[in-house]
């Protein structure tokens, strides 16, 4: 089945530091590529849709020079949280579709940001 | 924004029970879609439902997609102690591939 991957699955950085969360298709290729970010015992919400090609669509209340969207091939999207605070705490997930087919979005393992 | 109602929030079954989960909206949805989340993961695809009535079966787990297109349920059959998790339902409006989420289903099995 289709697989993302994403990388790093844990990082602890200071505040006032930037960190960079890949999110990769490992065997298909993926046009459009979701960040959803979810805080502790609660649901996913969606940050940004990533296009490959073209700039990411934010969703409202998302600051889009906080939170930088780079989508430069069919299989690897990135997000960088720049100059982290401790209120970007939290877990940061991607998901991708398979172009072509009925509607199936797949989830990365996630991305467990703490900011000290 | 587009709210799913997602019941109930949790609930505690012993091994060998049968679960039923639903969710529901006010709105319209083309496609809704059933993931289990473990902790400290991503959320994995468990069923995937396109059509209007559709009852699809995948493995322990059988959903529906309503036939009014604003509700699905998700049964699981004969639980086991692995099948501890949040389950969460998922729909996606119009033409958009952008989720919207339920606010989940915590489900502990007890053996």
């Known amino acids: 089945g289709a697989v993302v991957s994403q990388h790093p699955s844990r990082v602890i950085c200071k505040s006032g530091t930037s960190v960079k969360i890949e999110c990769r298709s490992l065997?298909?290729?993926?046009?459009?590529m979701f960040w959803y970010r979810q805080f502790p015992k609660q649901s996913l919400m969606l940050m940004a849709t990533?296009?490959?090609?073209?700039?990411?669509?934010?969703e409202q209340g998302v600051e889009k020079d906080k939170f930088l969207i780079n989508h430069a091939s069919l299989t690897l999207s990135t997000l960088t949280v720049t100059s982290a605070h401790p209120e970007d705490s939290s877990f940061y997930i991607c998901?991708?579709?398979?172009?072509?087919?009925?509607?199936?979005?797949?989830f990365g393992n996630g991305t467990r940001l703490t900011v000290t | 924004g587009q709210q799913l109602n997602q019941s109930p929030q949790s609930m505690f079954i012993q091994e060998g029970e049968d679960v039923s989960m639903n969710c529901t909206s006010s709105?319209?949805?083309?496609?809704w879609l059933w993931y289990k989340q473990d902790p400290g993961e991503g959320p994995v695809l468990l069923i995937a439902?396109?059509?209007?009535?559709e009852l699809t079966s995948n493995g322990r787990l059988t959903a529906q997609f309503g036939i009014t297109r604003k509700d699905s349920f998700l049964n699981i059959s004969a639980s086991i102690p692995s099948d501890v998790g949040i389950y969460f339902c998922?729909?996606?409006?119009?033409?958009?591939?952008?989720?919207?989420f339920g606010k989940g289903t915590k489900l502990t099995v007890n053996p």
């Open positions: 998901s991708a579709s398979v172009s072509g087919q009925d509607l199936s979005l797949h």
């Open positions: 709105s319209i949805f083309n496609t």
């Open positions: 065997d298909f290729q993926a046009t459009t």
């Open positions: 990533s296009n490959e090609g073209s700039k990411a669509t934010y």
């Open positions: 439902l396109y059509k209007a009535g």
């Open positions: 998922a729909c996606t409006q119009g033409g958009s591939e952008k989720l919207v």
